[in-house]
């Protein structure tokens, strides 16, 4: 199911200002029918890369990444994007973790356990060993980070860093109450 | 395979092994009478401890520090799985420690060595699952995160999927 990518190319890379991201890398591929998709990925402090797409036609749109195409091309799309991760993982920076949200539809009213951080989830168990990553997850939020355990050598507190910018961004609240959905 | 590798697929055919020999008795005491049983297995009782004996022997040949590393975790998940599921399989009731002095004196000595070899699986297995468990010792604590445990994450996973990294 997830075993035909498309071909990307990797672009160029923008330095970011007033954002939480240091730095912005832009990649872009083809579908099979033509359809030409952009991949944002956004690197932040201490290693931790987050990934957005979408379809270039919707590049104007404040609603860009939430929008679903229609095109049938999902699990190649994605299984891109996991191949632009493991490009940055492999050929970037061996220590890179990546932080992401799933987008809420258009028809979810908010970040609980979207539909996408669910697939996105599903993706990450499949494809990354637990022995390299750690998975950690934030359900209220949708958010997800695969942990690399190679820059947890380098700097054990990475996750805790990472969280403290995440949780002051996004304004989370702490996991008290929250279940395991797993 | 490595040699625990080998370890763990011999400690997976030693549980089938000991299961059969199970069946066998429970299935030779339902049909024959007692006597006609205990006859049978203290004719083959020498021959069913030395077999036992080897299988535990075996276990000590191959038993060493288990390490699990990103290219043998997949091998050896499989393996905790299937020998979880023999151990589960496996009834021991008739056979345990408690029921022991219940065996005539000339077959204590056979369920003797059915226990030892029955614990020997179990340490093995108990062996593997800490190894298993400690893939998530270096995972750090977090107040907001929530840590999906390598045995969550195998539990959940589509196993036709190879890792890629």
């Known amino acids: 199911m997830f075993d035909k990518p498309y071909e990307f190319k990797y672009l160029n890379s923008q330095k970011a200002y007033g954002e939480l991201f240091e730095k912005k890398h832009l990649l872009s591929f083809r579908s099979h029918t033509n359809h030409r998709y952009i991949v944002e990925v956004e690197e932040y402090p201490h290693d931790f890369y987050g990934i957005k797409y979408y379809l270039k036609a919707n590049a104007q749109s404040d609603e860009r990444y939430r929008i679903l195409t229609g095109l049938n091309q999902a699990t190649r799309v994605i299984r891109t994007c996991i191949d632009v991760m493991l490009y940055f993982i492999n050929e970037r920076n061996p220590l890179t973790s990546f932080i992401f949200i799933g987008a809420q539809l258009q028809s979810e009213d908010n970040y609980n356990n979207t539909k996408r951080f669910r697939v996105y989830s599903r993706i990450m168990e499949n494809f990354f060993n637990p022995l390299k990553f750690s998975h950690f997850f934030i359900e209220k939020s949708s958010m997800y980070v695969i942990l690399n355990k190679s820059k947890l050598k380098d700097d054990p507190k990475a996750l805790q860093k990472m969280e403290k910018i995440a949780v002051e961004f996004y304004e989370i609240e702490g996991k008290n109450e929250e279940e395991n959905p797993y | ?165």
């Open chain 2, 1 to 165: 395979m490595t040699s625990t590798g080998i370890h763990l697929q011999k400690n997976i055919d030693a549980a089938g092994v000991l299961n059969g020999l199970l069946m066998l008795y429970r299935g030779l005491k339902r049909y024959f009478n007692n006597t006609f049983v205990h006859i049978f297995f203290a004719v083959v009782a020498p021959f069913l401890y030395l077999f036992l004996l080897s299988l535990k022997n075996l276990h000590k040949k191959y038993l060493g520090e288990i390490i699990i590393d990103s290219d043998n975790y997949v091998t050896y998940r499989n393996l905790y799985d299937k020998l979880s599921q023999s151990i589960q399989d496996m009834n021991i009731d008739d056979v345990s420690q408690s029921d022991i002095d219940k065996i005539p004196f000339y077959l204590r000595y056979v369920a003797k060595q059915y226990i030892r070899t029955y614990t020997a699986i179990l340490d093995s297995h108990k062996q593997l699952e800490n190894a298993l468990k400690s893939i998530d010792d270096d995972a750090p604590k977090s107040d907001f995160f929530t840590l999906r445990t390598e045995a969550e994450l195998w539990e959940s996973r589509n196993k036709a999927y190879e890792y890629l990294r």
